[in-house]
């Protein structure tokens, strides 16, 4: 059972709410946003945060299950290779690359580039992962489409939920002009209808609704804008009497009992809640430009979240597009393009498998 941080009792059924309790039902939600414009920033973002993959702490050690099993089965084909792992993110394709060489002895040079920055280090517990990923190249801030490589550089090039995020016609031509003759682009790619993209529905409706329509962190400043210079527990509590304060608090709570209203049994809406509430009691014991700071900072990750979330649902590809890129492909000039979903080790859709030979 998901266990809310500082603030927060689960189930939800109960929240306690400045001392009440609320029961809280479902209701509906706001329209999903979906943006095929991908800025960095929001990943650079992600990755300084040192996830090895995008699914974060639930994959702290790299992928896992038939993904994990998938890739090193194709890492185990060769026994010498240049391979090029694009969107890459912090590396969790092309540490799998090294970890195989590691482990059978192979020869493989591995790069890895993606259009946002590559973080150092990341927070995975094995202590090989450090060591495996001092071995790949890393090329921060290279978008999928013009890699700055000669032509015929690689053997293989690979993609885990990567080149999908980019212009996908001028992604397939590139690679293309990367690979050597026989050489081939291996990639698992979001797919329109799978769980990943399901589940995440939901979120992005949590973050629409805190963020756009309710403006909890608008709201929450309004609110430290009224205790002017007070920055201590005992001068907040003497402000409670003033009108200034009630119009900001009120504003506050309705919005957020709304909030918690409408999402109840949501993990990301508790996330988002228990931070807002953290942050009112934190805010007490700092100065107003602290209080602010700390705000924006807590308001530009969640706003981060939400892009990053538009950038998946505009990465997903349906059966369409699937088709669109195996015609492409062929009009480029690859040799054969296949693709066919790829189910995770419950026999659940995971994506598509995609396999393009040159
Ligand atoms: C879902 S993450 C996947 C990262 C990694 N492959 C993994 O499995 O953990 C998508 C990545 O695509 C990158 N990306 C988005 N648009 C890109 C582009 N045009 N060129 C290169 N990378 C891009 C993002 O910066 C992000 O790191």
Known sequence: MPVCFSCWVWPWDYLRFEGEYYRHFASGGAQVPASKNSSAEHWSQWWSEGHITSFG???????????RAHWLQIFAELSEADILDIATGNGALATLAVECAETHGKHFQ?????????????????SNIPRWRGQISFR????????????????LIV??????????????????????????FQAIAHHASSGVIKRQVLSARVYQAALQQLKLFTLLQRHFDSWGKARNPQAVEKLTTKPKFQKS??????????FVGAFPNDETAARLFCAIDD?????????????TAALKKQE?????????????????????????????????????ATAEPFLDEDGALAGWSLRLLN
């Open 57 to 67: 702490p639930a994959l702290i050690n790299n992928y896992e299950g038939a993904t």
């Open 110 to 126: 591995v790069t890895a580039t993606d259009i946002a920055a590559i973080g150092e280090h990341t927070s995975s517990t094995d």
């Open 140 to 155: 921060a801030e290279v978008p999928c489409e013009q890699q700055p490589f000669p032509d015929a550089s690689f053997d």
């Open 159 to 184: 993609s885990q939920y990567g080149f999908e995020y980019s212009d996908i016609d001028a992604t397939l031509a590139e690679v293309h002009r990367l690979l050597r003759p026989g050489g081939r």
């Open 249 to 258: 608090h009120n504003a506050l709570e309705n919005a957020l009992r709304q």
């Open 279 to 291: 942050l009112r009691g934190d805010a007490s014991r700092m100065s107003p430009a602290a209080r």
């Open 300 to 336: 530009a990750g969640f706003l981060g979240a939400q892009a990053r979330l538009q950038d998946l649902f505009g990465a997903a590809l349906d059966s369409d597009r699937i088709e669109h890129i195996r015609s492409r492909a062929r009009d480029i000039g690859y040799s054969d």
